[in-house]
């Protein structure tokens, strides 16, 4: 399985990422996905310019985004801006066995699950999915903190 990280940030590449993710991690690529309509949102070039170079990014629809995946060799690190992309990742077919949720701010009728998470219904019935699908699901900001566990948090 070429994933070695599944991670929802809606920061995508930012500091964290480069300095603390990438080093640890041992990748090749970085694979952002994003949804039907959202693609305007993401800004390619600022975002290559955001990562080293000595790693690749492929940017591509859901739909796509899973079919490399299932393709590649690569040591592939999946960054996904929602967890929107991630259950259309998952309704694609592809697998992986844990994610890390790393930042989901403030947005209208959301509410804290910790310092960087905050929920609102579209994002708890995504997390009960990825749950109910026996993904492991955590949250901590850089490999060197502690991971805390999100499923329990989660409503049955």
Known sequence: MPIIFARVDDRLIHGQIVQ???P????DEVLIP??????????????????????DLT?????AAASHAAESNRRIFLLMGSLKEAAELIQNGLQF???NIGGM???????KLADNVFLDGD????????????????TRAVPSSASVSVAGAIEP
């Open 123 to 138: 994002d708890k019935r995504f997390l009960k999915l990825i749950r109910d699908l026996g993904i492991n699901i955590e």
């Open 97 to 99: 066995t844990s994610i």
């Open 59 to 63: 940017i591509l629809d859901s739909t």
């Open 34 to 55: 994003f949804s039907k309509g959202s693609e305007g949102r993401l800004n390619r070039g600022l975002l290559r310019l955001s990562l080293p170079y000595e790693y």
């Open 24 to 27: 640890e991690l041992n990748v």
């Open 105 to 111: 701010h403030f947005k209208d009728g959301a509410q």
């Open 20 to 22: 603390a993710w990438l």
